[in-house]
């Protein structure tokens, strides 16, 4: 082996033998001194494991086996690519251990060219990127999106012996965004689960974010412009139900989202629906609040996944509902114990599905002579209640479909508001998007199922 594997041979061999004599020598007489026993067993024991895997990553590349699925690799690529002789590349690993690796170099042009057109297809096989090996970049994507900052992430990455800047914490985090939006793209992105013969939950929401965009011109102290924008990331979740309804706790829900558009949203849904092959569902439930963008939506969702309309539902969020009758009641003054029975009348209508009694009476109450949100809140009902089937509570409760949109939104909460929404933080665009969808994925609980496909690139990809 060349001289790195030597060097590396070398501090192990002195990593282990301090573990050994200084283990012999602990003396633990307080709090404090576990404490520091703790800490110094642990950095010891991360340099040796970290030594120890640059010793394996030094054979792999040497390894015939690695070296023929690199140019298997190559071949399997749409595009041509050239190889332009062997390359330092520096790892960096837990514990403040760099390993440097001799690895062939490729690139679409023979001379070599832009090296921003260039791959290192045997790191892309151990799953190396920018300098970390899978299981670090795994660490860093976690603490940038689960901590407050990335400052409080570099501090926490830190206590675990990864030493990285806020800036490189950046560059790896944003590394795995254009993955994903590539990923995306492409419509590689996939959700395991079976939902033969169960009852499936789709719901929608959108949530608030302030971003960075940019203006023309620069400000006296020749920084950039820009202007502070409150946008909408937009999510949706995919969940099973149990016998009673609630949410089923051997099926991880899915939950995703984007900064785009709406149509991309609904691609991206569509896209999770079908590779979990909706069409096996017993039943399906699309329920949310009473926006627009979604309800226009739906029945193009249904029908490009080919569902049977006597399997599918679509409901309005049945508090929803009722903060509208609580509008209606207020702008007619309603009080006291007279609003409390009206809307507790109408509370019941709804939970029996009489939508009909519901409507006629709102325009009872309301009158000939209307406001134009009365008006409005008067069509909500006609729209969703009469015309599009969408209150019949009474089905839904019939088949243990959940009435409300609690769990999408209780997701926006965790994945965006706690994490990306803030009147003093203002977010670039693809930055926002990124941590959204890592957080999303981390909250279903699949984020190992998130970082296995970001981390076992296809040629697809690489391309």
């Not at 690199?70 to 002789?85: A, C, D, M, N, V």
């Amino acid at each position: 082996m060349n001289a790195e594997y030597q060097r590396l041979e070398a501090e192990a061999s002195v990593v282990e033998a301090e573990l050994r004599d200084w283990g012999m020598t602990v003396d633990l007489r307080s709090a404090a001194d576990v404490t520091k026993y703790e800490q110094q067993y642990a950095a010891l024991g991360r340099k040796l494991a970290s030594l120890r895997l640059g010793l394996h990553l030094i054979r792999a590349t040497h390894s015939c086996e690695l070296r023929l699925k690199e140019r298997q690799f190559i071949k399997s690529l749409p595009r041509t690519y050239h190889s332009q002789g062997i390359r330092q590349k520096k790892v960096h690993l837990p514990g403040d251990v760099a390993v440097t690796l001799m690895v062939t170099y490729y690139h679409r042009c023979q001379s070599g060219g832009n090296s921003r057109r260039g791959l290192f297809p045997m790191l892309m096989l151990l799953g190396i990127a920018g300098h970390y090996t899978p299981q670090i970049r795994t660490r860093m994507a976690k603490a940038a999106a689960l901590l407050g900052s990335y400052d409080e992430a570099v501090t926490m990455l830190a206590e675990e012996g990864i030493s990285i800047s806020v800036n490189q914490l950046r560059t790896v985090t944003a590394g795995m965004g254009q993955l994903l939006r590539r990923m995306t793209d492409l419509g590689s992105m996939t959700a395991t689960g079976t939902v033969s013969g169960r009852r499936i939950v789709v719901s929608l929401d959108g949530g608030r974010v302030r971003l960075r965009e940019r203006r023309r011109g620069k400000t006296k102290k020749g920084r950039k412009r820009f202007s502070p924008k409150w946008r909408e990331p937009r999510l949706f979740i995919i969940y099973a139900v149990d016998e009673e309804g609630r949410m089923a706790s051997d099926f991880a829900p899915v939950i995703d989202g984007t900064m785009g558009s709406c149509d991309q949203l609904f691609a991206l849904l569509l896209a999770y629906l079908r590779g979990l092959d909706l069409t096996e569902a017993a039943r399906i439930l699309f329920v949310a609040d009473g926006a627009t963008w979604i309800w226009r939506r739906i029945p193009k969702l249904i029908k490009s996944l080919g569902l049977l309309e006597e399997k599918v539902q679509q409901l309005i969020d049945f508090w929803h509902a009722m903060e509208y009758l609580g509008k209606i009641a207020e702008s007619k003054s309603l009080t006291g114990s007279r609003k409390s029975r009206w809307l507790t009348t109408q509370k019941k209508r709804l939970w029996r599905g009489e939508i009909g009694a519901v409507v006629d009476e709102i325009r009872s109450l309301l009158g000939s002579h209307r406001t134009k949100d009365q008006k409005t809140w008067l069509n909500y009902f006609i729209t969703n209640g009469l015309t599009n089937r969408r209150m019949d509570y009474s089905h839904a409760r019939d088949h243990q479909l959940p009435i409300g949109s609690g769990a999408i939104e209780s997701a926006v909460r965790r994945v965006i508001n706690l994490r990306v929404k803030s009147n003093a933080v203002y977010w670039l665009r693809e930055n926002a998007e990124t941590i959204i969808r890592i957080r999303a994925w981390i909250k279903a609980g699949r984020a190992e199922e998130l970082f296995h496909q970001t981390t076992c690139v296809t040629p697809e990809l690489a391309a």
